[in-house]
């Protein structure tokens, strides 16, 4: 298992179901499809078991990029297909960004393209959407590709999902901010994309919470777009108005921008959810060395999720079949194994000594962790 974050996962998470059928039965391209008819994939429980033929090449749509976090996910994306194309196991991949971030009808043709490419038999999708991907991915399933899709959920049937459960993600989040307010104050909520899959599984864990803590009220929210520029703008406005602030509610590659902003009104929070990266701690440990009455947690959504789709997609694509306990219908839960808190703050800042400012904690499966995923 890739360790950046800690020695993470051989153990893998969740129930239940199904896998992995067969598209056809000779394995021959013109069983799988052509211009005339379309591939009879077989669905074993909730998962189609797509077998290309001929050398692997992937086409990776990372739905969005210019965010520290995303482009870490791409770096990471690139070193595990490079450690495939040197073990002889991937031919090439190709990685097509979205030019407008998180637009949902780019990301469709986008895989369109990657279905009408000769080359390409494996696409991975960290999706902008929930369900506007379906019918292109349908599209490219039918012509014999293998669909995986990587962080954010994705209803297209047969296609596995490897992703976070972000509900839980963020209700671990709000039970800290809850706790560290004892259940009371005022919230302000920078959330990442309006109508991304992942925020809006995220804003359900926060309702969760709130719901159980009722003296707690988010008095403003606005959109960080998951980058500390944004969110710092987006936290200053909301400040310029809204001076009497208990704990600001936000997620990944954006705390530092709020704390910023909070900092240069002069505003501090008493408890606010924080980026598992270098520049966040720094600040904090800044605030605990001056005592100040100041509480953050901080929990890794690990940009290497789109790696290990990758492993799981090659594996998947050479045959390998899927062990139906560790699957959840069609999902893959990849379990984050860490959170800190000032309990823990100086294991998180041993892992990110000599980091850049902009790095986060990350993780993602090596070969023998992803294999325990594998009958």
């Known amino acids: ?41 077989v669905m074993e429980g909730d998962v189609y078991k797509i077998i290309p033929e001929g050398d692997l090449v992937v086409g990776f749509t990372s739905g969005s990029s210019g965010t520290s976090w995303r482009d870490q996910m791409i770096d990471d994306f690139k070193e595990v297909a490079e450690e495939y194309k040197a073990d002889g196991r991937l031919k090439d991949y190709k990685i097509v960004n979205n030019t407008t971030n998180g637009d949902a009808t780019e990301q469709a043709n986008i895989i369109r393209d990657f279905t009408a490419d000769p080359d390409v038999n494996i696409i991975i999708v960290d999706a902008n959407d929930s369900t506007a991907l379906n019918e292109a991915i349908a599209e490219a399933q039918d012509a014999g590709k293998l669909v995986v899709i990587a ?21 671990k989040n709000a039970e800290f901010i809850a706790t560290a307010l004892d259940g009371k104050g005022k919230l302000i909520n920078i959330n990442g994309l309006d109508g991304n899959p992942a925020d809006n599984a995220r804003d359900k864990g926060l309702q969760e919470v709130l719901e159980e803590n009722p003296d707690l009220e988010v008095v403003q929210k606005a959109s960080g777009g998951w980058d ?37 009104a002069g505003i501090l929070p008493k408890a606010m959810i924080g980026d598992p990266g270098v520049a966040f701690f720094q600040e904090w440990k800044k605030l605990m060395d001056e005592g100040a009455d100041f509480q953050a947690c901080a929990q890794p959504n690990p940009p290497g999720i789109a790696a290990s789709a990758l492993r799981i997609a090659v594996n998947m694509a050479e045959g390998k079949e899927l062990d139906e306990s560790k699957l959840d219908g069609n999902i893959y839960y990849y379990q984050v194994q860490s959170f800190y808190t000032q309990d823990n703050f100086d294991d998180a800042m041993k892992l990110l000594d000599g980091k850049s400012d902009d790095y986060l904690l990350d993780e993602w499966f090596d070969e023998d962790g992803v294999q325990a995923l594998f009958k």
Do not use: F
């Open 1 to 41: 298992m890739k360790k950046r974050l800690v020695s993470v996962l051989c153990a893998v998470a969740v129930l239940s179901t199904m896998l992995v059928g067969c598209s056809g039965g000779s394995g021959d391209k013109s069983d799988k499809a052509s211009s005339d008819s379309k591939s009879e994939n």
């Open 228 to 264: 500390q520029t944004q969110a710092k703008t987006a936290c200053a406005q909301i400040l310029s108005t809204t001076k009497d602030i208990d704990g600001i509610i936000t997620q990944d590659g954006m705390a530092y921008g709020c704390l910023s902003a909070c900092e240069d």
């Open 151 to 171: 962080d954010t959920g994705c209803d297209a049937p047969g296609a596995l999902n490897v992703q976070l459960d972000h509900t839980a993600w963020m209700k």
